[in-house]
């Protein structure tokens, strides 16, 4: 009897033992090549998730500190009340840095509100999310149905086209002497009657149609109840109402605002009121800043002279009013978000976001009042959810005259 190999005595000594895959040039591997994935090292285990998700939390810092370090020591350069004034004005402004750098820092390194992965719908919203989430399927299938039926209509109308084209002036004189016009006025005064369903622009019940189907997506907009939430398809957790999936930290957040590159983090529910005193904070050093560099200009009795001596404050003033302009401005637009208990993703994506399709565009479907909602976001923690009035509130106070809007102006 022939020797056998190496394998195939170890598996006379062990059953169980199977020989690695004979691999050659015309014998392919059966089975596919894994895919290298690195096992977390000492140092890359306690870098955290977001950091490794597409975010840059340390280069934008890095640079704001040098940013700010640079204007600083220019200030230094010129002949102002920077300089001119005693120890008194510089620890004045050497406190103020100091106070827009912690500010900084407060927001940089905050959990903006993150949502456990582990988090589902609370219990006594179990029912209403099932029945909604139901309805939301029977909705989509219905659209489906409609579109697949608009492109058969518009596939049988193109044929018919096709057809009269290829039949000619002789095979249209049949059809004019039997009144064939007429059916074809006909039918082309049913193409325009059903705009829609043939999908032809310019229908006369197009809009109609649309805007129908737009506010019938949405299952809180014909129904008593509001909508509660729903699970979110990237990392499957439980999204209340304004909750969203940031994919630059790839976690969902709690009354998401916007993702802040400058921060390296997003500006959410937990870290929003940290973020608009940061604002506040930079807004005022910068003012500062813009006072000093002007109190730098010299005057002189020839342009040559005028120039020389004020070139660099007044360049400094100019980039120092843009980024007096860029962050008063945003500094306003949160103010403006605060009083009227919105956030930058509200505003921005209104027409988009699920639980705001059907709400009025004149109604703020989480105010309080103006007062109440600054109180609450500087004061009040932050709710355990966040929830919508009906939508019967909402239709009758868009018809409510107020200062702003009314029958005979609309301010905004």
Known sequence: MARGSPSQARYARDPTHRSPPRLGFFRP??????????????????????????????????????????????????????????????????????????AFLCVANSNPGYVSEQERCPEDQEDIYREQDRIRRERIAERVKSKRERERHATEAEVVADDDD?????????????????????????????????????GASNSSDLATATSSSFVGADNSEPPVGQYCKHCKAWQGLRTKHCHDCGRCVRKFDHHCFWVGTCVGEKNHARFVWYLVAQTALIVW?????????????????????????????????????????????????????????????????????????????????????????????????????????????SRTETIWENKYYVCC
Not at 51 to 70: E, M, N, Y
Not at 72 to 94: C, S, W
Not at 353 to 361: A, F, Q, R, T
């Open 166 to 202: 290829d039949g000619g002036d002789d095979a249209e004189l049949p059809d004019l002497e039997s009144g064939g016009g007429d059916r074809t006025s006909e039918r082309r005064g049913e193409d325009e009657g059903t705009g829609g369903l043939l999908g032809a622009p310019g």
């Open 289 to 397: 800043a813009f006072h000093i560099s002007n109190s730098g200009w010299k005057y002189a009795d020839t342009f040559h002279e005028l120039f020389e001596i004020n070139a660099g404050p007044v360049c400094m003033s100019i980039a120092l009013f843009i980024f007096i302009m860029f962050v008063g401005s945003l500094l306003g637009f949160h103010v403006y978000l605060i009083v009227t208990n919105q956030t930058t993703w509200e505003v921005s994506s209104r027409d988009k976001i699920s639980y705001l399709e059907g709400v009025p565009h004149n109604v703020y479907p989480f105010s309080h009042g103006p007062m109440r909602d600054a109180r609450e976001f500087c004061c009040s923690p932050p709710p355990p959810r966040y929830t919508l009035r009906s939508f019967e509130w909402m239709r009758e106070w």
């Open 29 to 102: 591997s059966r089975r596919p090549p894994r895919i290298f994935k690195p096992e977390p090292t000492r140092l890359t285990r306690f870098i955290p998730i977001r950091a490794r998700t597409g975010s840059t939390p340390w280069i934008p810092k890095i640079f704001w500190v040098l940013f700010h370090v640079l204007f600083i020591v220019l200030l230094f350069q010129f002949d102002n009340d920077m300089t001119d004034g005693g120890a008194g004005y510089k620890t004045g402004f050497a406190f103020a840095c100091l106070l827009n750098l912690y």
